[in-house]
């Protein structure tokens, strides 16, 4: 098999699950209790929680809060930060992962302005567009602007792998003293250092980052404060109560360390294997007849490759890839089961021949020059049949 669907989910890491094993059945104590053994746990709790911390260059007073992965956590970052703040105005891009954008459908409706910064055709945020909105020049039916406004825009597109400007959208974001929230499911080898990058809120999940399914963190900068999702024992700073999933929680911490050591190890050498890998396949795939690429050609992951090919679905592709043991994906995972234009090809403006027959094809630190050169060949192959049925 060859897997190129790792902006969907990643195998966990061997070390990963070595770290995790010894607290599903040996230290499983819960790590309230106050006896030895859920010493023992919790420890190992704090021990993950201050990891995370190393890694963002979180201050002591900055909260790292554990929770079930990216969907969680981007709830409580959206609907936390907004049930805190009466006539918040809430801000997202077009093309954010659905977690953030029904979460702000849903906040919508219960009559939150919300407003949403177009992107250009390679999938990066307008920010001559967001000054506007900010200064009231695009007014909106419930836009007002006496009220505190709350922006969440994501770092990494999990369709087309497009890398948002983080550090200038803060600067903007700062200048008028907005909270700040970055969707960085997909950016787990990007610079992860939130004084550098200034943002406010940071959501991160571990089945991106070859860690635990199950498992997630939302960063969040001292004096943010936040309406917890759902009441209980008062763990996680009282924002997410319910016993802690400890091997998940340490599990997510190694992966992070791991894959962070990583990038940084292959981009010191400078040549990171997976954007070599990367190149290659885009630069071949565009040799079809037709093809066109999805996403910026240089602020982009290293593990995403969206390619369009005009005259064929691109669901069609992915089950005859599939067939040959060839894994990738026809949008996000997420959506795969609707067969509508992806949000994200809509808001780039990619046209409706070349949108509807893309391909997601996202690499992982197991993927070899071999398999690159397989799939290359397979779709070379695919397109061809399809274009002529
Ligand atoms: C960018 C982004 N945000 C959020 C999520 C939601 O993560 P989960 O479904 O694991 O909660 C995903 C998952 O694909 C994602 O890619």
């Not at 990891?51 to 969680?72: P, Y």
């Not at 020049?137 to 602007?145: A, G, P, R, V, Y």
């Not at 001292?222 to 999933?245: C, D, H, V």
């Not at 020059?369 to 061809?384: C, G, H, P, R, S």
């Amino acid at each position: 098999m060859i897997y190129l669907d790792h902006a969907a989910g990643t195998p966990v890491r061997k070390e990963v699950l070595q770290t995790m094993r010894p607290y599903f059945a040996k230290e499983f104590a819960n790590p309230s209790s106050i006896h030895e053994t859920g010493q023992k746990a919790r420890k190992a709790v704090e021990e993950a929680r201050e990891i995370v911390r190393k890694i963002l260059h979180a201050d002591t007073d900055d909260k790292i809060i554990f929770t079930s992965g990216g969907t969680e956590s981007i709830n409580l970052a959206l609907q936390g930060v907004a049930h805190r703040i009466s006539n918040c105005r809430i801000i997202t891009s077009t093309i954010e992962h659905e977690a953030v954008l029904e979460t702000v459908r849903k906040l919508e409706k219960e009559n939150f302005p919300v407003e949403y910064v177009p992107v250009d055709e390679k999938g990066i945020v307008n920010l001559a567009a967001l000054e506007k909105i900010l200064t009231g020049k695009i007014l909106t039916s419930k836009n007002n602007l006496n009220s505190s406004i709350f922006i969440s825009i994501m770092y990494v597109n999990n369709e087309v792998g497009t890398i948002q400007p983080i550090k200038e959208i803060a600067q903007i974001t700062k200048r008028h003293k907005i909270i700040f929230h970055t969707d960085a499911c997909q950016a787990g080898y990007e610079e992860l250092n939130v004084q550098k990058l200034g943002v406010d809120l940071l959501t991160l999940n571990g089945s991106k980052i070859n860690g635990p399914k199950g498992a997630g963190i939302l960063y969040a900068r001292k004096g943010i404060a936040l309406e917890p999702l759902f009441y209980g024992g008062g763990q996680e700073y009282g924002l997410r109560s319910g016993t802690e999933n400890v091997p998940a929680v340490i599990g997510f911490a190694k992966a992070l360390e791991l894959m962070q050591k990583e990038g940084e190890k292959e981009n010191e050498k400078g040549k990171f294997k997976l954007k070599k890998l990367r190149d290659l396949l885009t630069k071949e795939l565009l040799k079809i007849p037709e093809s066109k690429l999805n996403g910026h050609p240089s602020e982009l992951a290293a593990h995403i490759v969206s390619v369009s090919f005009a005259g064929i679905e691109g669901e069609q592709l992915v089950r005859h890839l599939s067939e040959q043991g060839i894994y990738c994906s026809s949008g996000s995972a997420c959506t795969s089961k609707k067969i509508a234009v992806s949000h994200v090809l809509q808001a780039m403006h990619v046209p409706e021949k070349f949108a509807r027959g893309t391909v997601r094809f996202s690499l992982g630190k197991e993927n070899t020059l071999q398999d690159i050169k397989k799939v290359v060949e397979a779709v070379k192959e695919v397109v061809e049949v399809l274009r002529k049925v």
